[in-house]
């Protein structure tokens, strides 16, 4: 069974902070790990993808993957209001026909 | 930026009638995908689909479930005899391969289920 945790939260950080999200993951042979927002009563938006231990920057976000420790992170640089929403980390394992199994998502609320 | 399409927004429907959902996925992608939110609870796979057959689906995807794709754009989702417990956010995707590929989401359809 395949499990993904995340802090439901919310993690309220003031504007122009950094916020820290995190995922822990159960399956050893997960191999792709996405980060999605998702605004209330919309759909999952891809922010970020990485399948490679380590960082992945791009604009003011930064994943961070720990194969060994089972364990992906998402920091959120220069917090903005707008980016207050839930925060959803998805695992694939690709020989499992390519499903997405996701956490429950981290509410993350940016005071002006 | 291509996108993919769902209609309708909303689906409000008699509990034990059928409903068809259905999604256009983004134009080049071969992989298709659904999957469903409760509400307050987790994305939920139900299935995948890749050169017109079922390539992976959970065990909430049972016989009262199929999938289709009935044309070259159209891609879609038909519960049989509806449930109360189906109401749902139903959330089709769509990729350009597997793997590291990622999903992008359609903006998702409402079904309530009375």
Redesign the interface.
Known sequence: QKEVEQNSGPLSVPEGAIASLNCTYSDRVS??F?W?RQYSG?????IM?I?SNGDKEDGRFTAQLNKASQYVSLLIRDSQPSDSATY?C?V?V?D??????????TRLMVKP | EPEVTQTPSHQVTQMGQEVILRCVPISNHLYFYWYRQILGQKVEFLVSFYNNEISEKSEIFDDQFSVERPDGSNFTLKIRSTKLEDSAMYFCASSDGQGDRPQHFGDGTRLSIL
């Open positions: 191999q792709s996405f999605y919309k759909s999952p938006e891809l993808s399948y959803l998805a694939n690709w499992a026909g390519n499903m997405l199994t996701f956490g429950g998502g």
